[in-house]
């Protein structure tokens, strides 16, 4: 089978205004995927959302041009979070959705991301067959004078998806008395996260929320969650919220400031679900990355664990399969079937809020429900060629799983969107752990440097 040389494991990503994400494949990639999902007599339509990313003015149009040189019509949100992509692709009956973003990258980066008319991530086979079509040549996409599409703003994106995402909050609830921080990363969330929390009922304290084009996910956000900690303790918050840039994954923390991850969230979740009869599935679908003190907790619930590959569309996958609906990642991507065809940081952070609401207790009693084995992530740069095929490093990789046998894990993949290895271990002792990581990072990086 061919591999697909443009998109990576999360649509297509890389430095703005350099090979891949510039406006001429842009224009390209939009030809295609407009051909590709072009069936039938009806007029086609396509949606555009975008973060906050200075470059997002850059491949909007260029996506836009695309889309209407081969008879679609385009329908522009503006910034909006990934999963609200998803959700109005369905809602308005589109052949295709598009979100530009790059998630918790830098400013720098963007990507493109496209969803199906089932307001689902393409899978494998089908962004294949649009670099096959890229490859072949565009110009028998094209459409005639008189069917070129048109574009507009659809002005009430916003109000839309405010209020889908306040529907998945319990009804006869309400966040009425409490006082919740949110960092929205300066990203695409920067006015639906604080709206939905305050329309909810809370006090809502906001960072994160006067995006210049250049501060996305700048010391905020989910990958640098240090702020909302902080900001939770200083005003005595009940709860923090902090959202990537494209607002699909959140992480959170207590009233104490402690962090509370992806795996921490799933555990709560699923917990809360199986005792009002609604989880499905018989558990939930997480990644190899989550913590085998997650796996142990479900089995406690007399609930099962699938894991599956890194990439929040892998989850998604096995969760469609198998008649899962609750998914996610340890990393805050958090997929509730019921509601999204993606991961919502915000609609996560909900559900945990109605367990809050429900208890009555403290965020730090309700969303600790399990103490993580000791677990290292390393991340190892890599230039040119691929540290993981020589042979120096195979033969490191099999001496520390063969020391770690039986006793933890060790997990070594390829970022998807970054060249970087990334190796992770986990175990009971965790001096074990360290040396695990350090010897099999020490090697990689040898590798790199010959």
């Given amino acids: 089978m061919m591999t697909r040389k443009l998109f990576g494991t999360d649509g297509v990503r890389g430095t703005a205004n350099s090979e891949p994400i510039t406006a001429e494949t842009a224009l390209k990639l939009a030809m295609a995927a407009g051909a590709q999902f072009t069936c039938g007599a009806h007029r086609h339509k396509v949606v555009i959302g975008k973060d906050t990313r200075l470059s997002g003015y850059l491949l ?5 041009a695309g889309f209407i040189s081969v008879g679609m019509d385009v329908v522009l949100l503006g910034p909006l979070p990934t999963p609200a992509v998803g959700m109005l692709t369905r809602s308005l009956r589109a052949d295709l959705g598009v979100m530009i973003s790059a998630s918790h990258n830098p400013f720098q980066d963007n990507g493109i991301k496209l969803f199906g008319p089932d307001g689902f991530k393409l899978s494998d086979e089908v962004e294949l067959e649009i670099e096959r079509r890229i490859d072949n040549g565009l110009s028998d996409a094209r459409a005639q004078p008189q069917q070129l599409g048109r574009a507009r703003r659809l002005d009430d994106a916003l109000g839309r998806y405010i209020e889908f ?7 006869g609830l309400s966040l009425e008395g409490l006082k919740v921080v949110v960092d929205c990363a300066n990203g695409a969330a920067y006015r639906v996260a604080p709206t939905v929390l305050y329309e909810l009922g809370a006090e809502v304290v906001a960072l994160g929320v006067e995006p210049n084009g250049l501060n996305i996910n700048r010391d905020c956000g989910a990958t640098a969650p240090e702020a909302m900690c902080r900001a939770v303790v200083e005003q005595g918050a009940a709860l923090g919220i902090a959202l990537d840039g494209d607002a699909d994954r959140a992480i959170l923390a207590d009233e104490t400031g402690q962090v509370i991850d992806g795996d921490q969230l799933m555990a709560l979740i699923a917990r809360s679900w199986l005792q009002e009869g609604r ?14 003190g997650l796996e142990r907790f479900v089995n406690t619930l007399g609930i099962g664990l699938e894991r599956t590959p890194v990439g929040d569309r892998y989850v998604v996958e096995r969760m469609r399969r198998d008649g899962y609906n609750v998914g996610g990642e340890q990393s805050g991507h958090i997929v509730l079937s019921d509601f999204t065809t993606t991961g919502d940081g915000l609609i996560a952070a909900l559900q945990v809020l109605a367990a809050l609401v429900v208890s ?49 894990r060790l997990v070594i993949r390829k970022s998807g969107t970054e060249p970087l290895i990334r190796v992770m271990a986990e175990a009971e002792d965790e001096a074990l752990v360290q040396e695990a990581v350090e010897t099999v990072a020490a090697s990689i990086s040898a590798a790199t440097a010959n």
Avoid: W
């Fill in 279 to 292: 989880l499905a599935g018989g558990g939930l679908v997480t990644t190899v990355m989550s913590n085998l």
């Fill in 360 to 408: 009555g207790k403290p965020a730090s009693s309700v969303t600790h429900c399990f103490d993580p084995l000791p677990q290292l992530l390393h991340n190892v740069r890599f230039h040119g060629g691929y540290p993981l095929e020589e042979a120096s490093v195979k033969e490191t990789i099999a001496e520390v799983e063969a020391k770690l046998n039986g006793r933890g």
């Fill in 165 to 171: 995402v306040k529907a998945s909050f319990p009804r």
């Fill in 60 to 64: 909007e149009p260029a996506l836009t």
